[in-house]
T-cell receptor, first 111, second 112 residues
Framework: SQQGEEDPQALSIQEGENATMNCSYK?????LQWYRQNSGRGLVHLIL?????REKHSGRLRVTLDTSKKSSSLLITASRAADTASYFC???????????FGTGTRLQVFP | DTEVTQTPKHLVMGMTNKKSLKCEQH?????MYWYKQKAKKPPELMFV???????INESVPSRFSPECPNSSLLNLHLHALQPEDSALYLC???????????FGSGTRLTVV
């Protein structure tokens, strides 16, 4: 089953620009997470935001969460070519052991 | 050790073969997971083991059979697969719901 949808599906930017990805989900959550996946490899956990938090930062990453709209955004500032990857939001759908992924955004950063 | 190790990295099998995928973690995580990912799609949850017991089976066909021999190991036994089962199979582990999952690099499975 799919919990979230991400927008845009694909995003191409130049190095140094900011990249914003949006995620919408359907059910109540305990937390929302963001992951990065380089082509054909495993996923890397980036950041987790709890349902009672509105904003969280980690290095060049900024995540917001609006539970009233059931949406989240991931902002990558000052992007680098190495940020080229697919980015997925994931929610627990209210169950600690059931992480469901959104459709993903493919980010391409050109040097 | 902060990794999840999956073997093999690549596997080609015939529809009549029996094979197994293996996953190992030594982080003391209580939960382990199998996900299936088709090209350009998000990972789809297959199975969840919590404290070595199967807690979630997402209506996966019986040709996929999970096994958790101990708290560090997770296997996925494959039998009589179909070509449409070709995908990247990802293993993950986690300690609690307030932290992220640690994923292995996956097994790329091709069924011929």
């Amino acid at each position: 089953s799919q919990q979230g949808e991400e927008d845009p599906q694909a995003l191409s930017i130049q190095e140094g620009e900011n990249a914003t990805m949006n995620c919408s989900y359907k059910t109540s959550i305990n937390n929302l997470q963001w992951y990065r996946q380089n082509s054909g490899r495993g996923l890397v956990h980036l950041i987790l935001i709890r349902s009672n938090e509105r904003e969280k930062h980690s290095g060049r990453l900024r995540v917001t969460l609006d539970t009233s709209k059931k949406s989240s955004s991931l902002l990558i500032t000052a992007s680098r070519a190495a940020d080229t990857a697919s980015y997925f939001c994931a929610t627990d759908a209210g169950s600690a052991d059931k992480l469901i992924f959104g459709t993903g955004t493919r980010l391409q950063v050109f040097p | 050790d902060t990794e999840v190790t999956q073997t093999p990295k690549h596997l080609v099998m015939g529809m009549t073969n029996k094979k197994s995928l293996k996953c190992e973690q030594h982080m003391g995580h209580r939960a382990m997971y199998w996900y299936k990912q088709k090209a350009k799609k998000p990972p789809e949850l297959m199975f969840v083991y919590s404290y070595e017991k199967l807690s979630i089976n997402e209506s996966v066909p019986s040709r996929f059979s999970p096994e958790c021999p101990n708290s560090s190991l997770l296997n996925l036994h494959l039998h009589a697969l179909q070509p449409e089962d070709s995908a990247l199979y990802l293993c993950a582990s986690s300690q609690a719901g307030t932290r992220g999952y640690t994923f292995g690099s996956g097994t790329r499975l091709t069924v011929v």
